[in-house]
């Protein structure tokens, strides 16, 4: 039989998630979103409740979270604002090539010191001339005794700038491609390192987004994940996973924008009565719930895979793709319910759509998941 049901301590992950959303999220996150600020505060809060790099280890201290726990904190976090769900899910993002490839003694080296405050990590992979393509990749390392000389830059990358850590995919030998590349952390602070902030985004304004700069970035050999020539497969092993609460993150929206819908929908009148007792709205009602509910469930089965140690590079994006095409249509849905109140950042809903783009393009945008999805059935 298939158990459907969430555990206990899930059920606490989530209710603690959705409080926070509620109290401390949701109040603020049109300020950040209007301001384009970085809300320092919610983040340390995050970490204080336990919201923050969840994924850390027991081993080295950490929570040790599962998929699925990670999955229902980020459909909540998403509920609240994606553009914050980004800072926090994208620490976790950073955190995974090093669990995935990291040795014992870089867990702890790495991990340890994100537990301690309100730290986060990055994963720098796009580049501004290279995004789908990721093994086109310019960024160079070099070898020289037993440093890494890295130089060029990384772009579009969440919490770039602001992370403690920073884990850095470049080529050693382009002539290799894929084979040729690598992973490797480069702390904060790291001399030749440098950021420039990305202003001016449509959504998702909350998130800290910049490009990262690479000038002769010299770090220690034993900073490098796996081997030299793992870097490829490191990040593409990375994003199988991460794609998970990005699909999460989507239902998070869709959800808001059937909960906004649902109460405009019974308080809004037209023709002498809600316009809730018409069948257009109806309709659109009932649409956006079928994406919450499907999404969702394929969210879970995609996070179960993970967490059973099962293949899931389709699962996943197959979630990715599904979660966040329902929630452009959940939002954009949710502005046509509204009318010209939805139009107008007094109602949470436009926000929700400039927010959910980024879900379709970011993390491999839905065409390269649709790649993805056609090669496991196709090669
Ligand atoms: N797991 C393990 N290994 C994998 C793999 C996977 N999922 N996918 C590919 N590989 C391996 C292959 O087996 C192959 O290995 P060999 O060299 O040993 O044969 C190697 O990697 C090359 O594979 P491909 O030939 O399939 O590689 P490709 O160049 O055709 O690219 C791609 C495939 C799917 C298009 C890939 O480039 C891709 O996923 N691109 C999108 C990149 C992306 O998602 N970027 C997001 C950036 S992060 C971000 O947005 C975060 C943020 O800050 C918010």
């Known amino acids: 039989m298939i158990d459907f049901s969430l555990s206990d301590e899930q059920r606490q992950i989530q209710s603690l998630a959705r409080q926070f959303a509620k109290d401390v999220i949701i109040p603020n996150a049109a300020s950040y979103d209007r301001e384009e600020s970085y809300p320092a505060e919610i983040v340390a809060q995050a970490a204080e409740l336990g919201l923050l790099n969840t994924i850390i280890p027991e081993t080295v201290g950490g929570l040790g979270l599962g998929m699925l726990e990670e999955v229902i904190i980020a459909e909540e976090l998403a509920y609240g604002c994606m553009g914050i769900y980004t800072i926090l899910m994208a620490s976790e993002l950073g955190i995974t090539p090093i669990l995935l490839a990291g040795s014992k003694e870089q867990q702890e080296r790495f991990l340890s010191p994100l537990l301690d405050g309100p730290k986060l990590a990055a994963f720098a992979l796009s580049e501004p001339d290279n995004g789908s393509d990721a093994a086109a990749m310019k960024t160079r390392a070099r070898f020289e005794g037993d440093e890494v000389i890295l130089n060029g830059s990384k772009m579009w990358i969440s919490n770039g700038g602001i992370a403690d850590l920073n884990v850095v995919f470049a080529s050693f030998d382009p002539e290799k491609k894929h084979q040729g590349t690598l992973a490797v952390v480069v702390e904060k602070g790291t001399p030749g390192l440098s950021h420039q902030k ?20 010299r770090v220690p050999a034993a900073n490098i994940l796996g ?23 989507s239902v998070g929206i869709a959800r808001r924008a059937l909960d906004e819908s649902v109460s405009y929908a019974a308080e809004r009148k037209a023709f002498g009565k809600p316009i809730n007792r018409f069948q257009a709205i109806q309709f659109k009602l009932a649409d956006i719930k079928i994406g919450v509910e499907t999404a969702r469930w394929q969210t879970y089965y995609a996070a179960y895979l993970v967490d059973a140690g099962l293949p899931h590079t389709q699962a996943s994006a197959i979630a ?4 966040s095409d329902i ?19 007094e109602y949470p809903v436009e926000k929700l759509l400039r927010d959910v783009k980024l879900n379709q393009i970011y993390e491999g945008t839905n065409e390269i998941q649709r790649l993805v999805i056609a090669r496991t059935l196709t090669d």
């Open 320 to 323: 990715k793709t599904y979660a």
């Open 227 to 249: 081997e030299p020539g793992d870097g490829f497969r490191i990040a593409m092993q990375t994003l199988d996973k991460t794609r998970i609460p990005v699909a999460a993150g």
């Open 198 to 217: 990305i202003h001016g985004k449509l959504g998702q304004r909350a998130t800290y987004t910049a490009e990262l700069i690479f000038e002769d970035v």
């Open 327 to 345: 929630a452009f249509d959940a939002a954009n849905e949710a502005i046509q319910i509204h009318g010209g109140y939805g139009y107008v950042a």
